[in-house]
Every structure is written in C-alpha cells, then in structure tokens.
Nanobody
Framework: QVQLVESGGGLVQAGGSLTLSCTASGSTGNINRMGWYRQTPGKERELAASLNRGGDSEYARSVQGRFTISRDNAKTTWYLQMNSLEPEDTAVYYC?????????????WGQGTQVTVSA
C-alpha cells in the first residue's frame, strides 16, 4: 500500500519562504504524475504545482515564478519550494501521486499540511 507523508508546513510572514516535502513509501510502480494541491475552507482543492513522468512542470498562475516543484532522483520524494509567500497562499497543502500499479492507475494523497502566511 502506497502512503504519502508530508512535512514542512507552518506559519511564516508575508514575503517569507517555506519548503514542503512529500515522501512516498511502498511500491509506487510507474509514476505518472506527482504534485501539490491546496485547499482553503469552502473552496475546492486546486492545483498548485505538478511534475509529469517526463519531468515537465505545471504551475497555477497565482504561484508562477514564486513556487518551484522538484523531486529526488529516486522519485520517491518531491518538494515544493515556496518563496515570496502571500497571505493568499494560506491553505492546507496536499501532496499527490498518480502511478500505474499494473492493474490500473492509482492515486494517493498526503495527509495535508497547514501553511499560514501572516500579513
């Protein structure tokens, strides 16, 4: 059973930086996509950043130029470097993984980590 464990959230002042990390345990098979989503109360979960199998990245327009997604060589840990944080970035951040299990695509989510940016 693949599980994702996140770390790195917290409280930071506007303009500051945080780095989130997510580590996958278990047999992840052929990874299709990994990334970070975020959610605020009353709103749908939205994509912040993602990496596909080939290493191509995708970012929400609101974080473009401020956030960077990366992964380790083993592709079992990925990161979200968040710079120039704004109060609007306050949310629960979830890491995400989509992989081929041999029987079909599977998706997994992390437990979520709170990021709070004070004005």
């Amino acid at each position: 059973q693949v599980q994702l464990v996140e770390s790195g959230g917290g409280l930071v002042q506007a303009g500051g930086s945080l780095t989130l990390s997510c580590t996958a345990s278990g047999s992840t098979g052929n990874i299709n996509r990994m990334g970070w989503y975020r959610q605020t109360p009353g709103k749908e979960r939205e994509l912040a950043a993602s990496l596909n199998r080939g290493g191509d990245s995708e970012y929400a327009r609101s974080v473009q130029g401020r956030f960077t997604i990366s992964r380790d060589n083993a592709k079992t840990t990925w990161y979200l470097q968040m710079n120039s944080l704004e109060p609007e970035d306050t949310a629960v951040y979830y890491c995400y993984l989509r992989y081929w299990s041999g029987f079909g695509y599977r998706e997994r989510w992390g437990q979520g980590t709170q990021v709070t940016v004070s004005a």
